[in-house]
């Protein structure tokens, strides 16, 4: 007999089948035992009856312990008090692997707990949830741009460049030399889009935050899009788009993990509504002030004031053409103001702050020359990105959505911890 998956058994209903699955939790008496199981696919109900499966078989269900891994043979009945809409009639049951002691029991456990324990804590209905909604905006992003015509390239993760600044950087010994582990695949991307038009990075990226935030994670996964040919104003209708179909990708695909997690499936359709607004770094400065926020023309936002201007507009918001002084070196100059640069930031809404950062960048050798040495940036380690514009440069933009900042937005979570497997934070390396 195949096994079948719990996701599948609905085309199953009034015929016997086996699952395999895990044990997360009984009750039930000395004539029935209800079975909550998990296969990774779904969680489902399963019922055994000692009047119908006999006493022996009946005795190891009541046996079970949670995470005990087991072969059930049974019949799918229809379930409707269930939200999964399905249940078990068990006829057999083997069990595959004891589980003694399972540390995460159904009672309440506190964040650190449950972080020391994520190697287990995946198989519970927050991560499945979260990293099954991950896994769809993963597949999603491939999906998008190669529709759109992009090619993936990889940047390295080693490199000897530090082009999002020298404090938040990992480094390691690397034979006589040093090395350091990846901020950004930016730069690479633009030789990319020089090469191939339209291209885009998918990697980890390493920043030693040193600000417990909810939103800083040291190691997470960024998507960098670079594309030539094309002005900063093509590029935000390409980001637009891609959240979009981010969030109907999911809003399609993973209905039932969003039940679970009970995020509000209206409002995130809300979201898919375009074009976003466009709002001046200058315009947001003002709104800010109106609104008593204590800022100055010139600081960079945190989270209170990202807050702020996305939940003002009830949508995804992009900030656009922020001071020259808070952005990285290889930003374009705003062709009438030298305080600007051509940048803009996309802000979620409900808090979650700034999801991709970008621009379009300066093709002229001798500004960005200049730009690498005020930023006492060393110029060897930039000159081959420098060469880009010696030879045929061409007006070209791009961005980085942070993909555990999208997941945590897109399935209502509150810290950025729960948007990855296996989370790293100044003070968390293991599990
Ligand atoms: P922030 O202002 O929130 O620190 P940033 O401006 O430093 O972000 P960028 O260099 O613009 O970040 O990186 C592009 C994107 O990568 C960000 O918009 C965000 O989605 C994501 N990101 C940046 N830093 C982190 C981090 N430490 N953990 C998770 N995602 C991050
Ligand atoms: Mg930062
Ligand atoms: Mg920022
Ligand atoms: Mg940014």
Redesign the pocket.
Known sequence: MDTIRLEDVKNYVGQEVRIGAWLRNKRGSGKLQFLQLRDGTAFMQAVVVKAEVGDEIFAKAKELKQETSMYLVGTIKEDTRSDFGYEMDVNDLVVVGASEGYPITPKEHGTDFLMDHRHLYLRHIQPFAVLRIRNTMIAATYEFFNKEGFIKIDAPFLTGSAP?GTTELFSTEYFETEAYLS??GQLYAEAGAMAFGKVFTFGP?F?A?KSKTR????E?W?IEPEMAWMDQAASLEVQERYIAYLINAVLERNSYELDLLGRDKELLASYTKLPYPRVSYDEAIKLLQENNFDVEWGV?FGSPEETFLANHFASPVFITNFPKEIKAFYMKRHPTRDDVVISA?LLAPEGY?????GSERDTDYEYLAERVKAEGLDMDEYAWYLDLRKYGSVPHSGF???L???VTWITGEEH?REAIPFPRTMTRLRP
């Open positions: 999002e901020q950004t990226t920043r935050e939103r800083h994670l040291t997470f960024m960079d930031d702050g700034e999801i991709i950062g980085g959505l942070g555990e900042r999208a950025i």
